[in-house]
């Protein structure tokens, strides 16, 4: 019923950059937080940055200055846009959600994954 697809993944130089987006569908009355976390092979998931429905964010200390975590209410979406990227941001990002529908009062959600490569 309630579903989140992400967008934007790939393989970047490092220094470079990519904007990440991941749109909520479905039967969503509110949606509360919204995060993005990465995940490498053997590691366990990690949270890169978090948005309240106020906007109040927070970062990974690894991707303070760099990256930034942005909402767009209207459109159901949550961006990140990765600056200066480093060979250790590669990973599978995965972004969440906490989502009031007309079945569930809140359910967190995920979808089903990017990937993002730093290499030359």
């Known amino acids: 019923q309630v579903q989140l697809v992400e967008s934007g993944g790939g393989l970047v130089q490092p220094g470079g950059s990519l904007r990440l987006s991941c749109a909520a569908s479905?039967?969503?009355?509110?949606?509360?937080?919204m995060g993005w976390y990465r995940q490498t092979p053997g590691k366990l998931r990690e949270l890169v940055a978090h948005?309240?429905?106020?906007?109040?964010?927070n970062y990974a200390d690894s991707v303070k200055g760099r990256f930034t975590i942005s909402r767009d209410n209207a459109k159901n979406t949550v961006y990140l846009q990765m600056n200066s990227l480093k060979p250790e941001d590669t990973a599978v990002y995965y972004c969440?959600?906490?989502?009031?529908?007309?079945?569930?009062?809140?359910?967190?959600?995920w979808g089903q994954g990017t990937q993002v490569t730093v290499s030359s």
């Open positions: 479905g039967s969503i009355l509110e949606i509360y937080t």
């Open positions: 948005i309240t429905s106020g906007s109040t964010t």
């Open positions: 969440n959600a906490r989502i009031r529908s007309i079945s569930i009062r809140s359910g967190l959600y």
